[in-house]
């Protein structure tokens, strides 16, 4: 069981920029994507950013696209979201998830383990 705990989640004002980390609990080589998510108060759970684990190739939710970066470090098993230009709308918990089989990157019912989340605020 892959335990994924993420960090890295602050208050900062619209324009700002943070980083968040999620860190697995074993060797993320097993896995084929890892994945960002995210939850706005009284929305349903919007996809971010994707990468598969051993390629490295990257995916974004439309919005997201040159704003957020995703990427993976293999030796730490570790997986960052920068976000740039943030604005209200960023507002939500998110949350690190990892998918064990070969399924779509930005679906979220193709990943089998979630961390716990972090909050991100934006005030403008």
């Known amino acids: 069981q892959v335990q994924l705990v993420e960090s890295g989640g602050d208050s900062v004002q619209a324009g700002g920029s943070l980083t968040l980390s999620c860190r697995a609990s074993e060797y993320t080589g097993s896995m084929t994507f890892m994945g960002w998510f995210r939850q706005a108060p009284r929305k349903g759970r919007e996809a971010v950013a994707a990468i598969h684990v051993r390629g490295g190739v990257t995916f974004y939710t439309g919005s997201m696209k040159g704003r957020f970066t995703v990427s993976h470090d293999n030796v730490t098993n570790t997986v960052y979201l920068r976000m740039t230009s943030l604005n209200s709308e960023d507002t939500a918990m998110y949350y690190c998830?990892?998918?064990?089989?070969?399924?779509?990157?930005?679906?979220?019912?193709?990943?089998?383990?979630w961390g716990q989340g972090t909050q991100v605020t934006v005030s403008s």
């Open positions: 998830a990892a998918a064990s089989r070969l399924g779509r990157p930005l679906d979220d019912s193709d990943y089998d383990y």
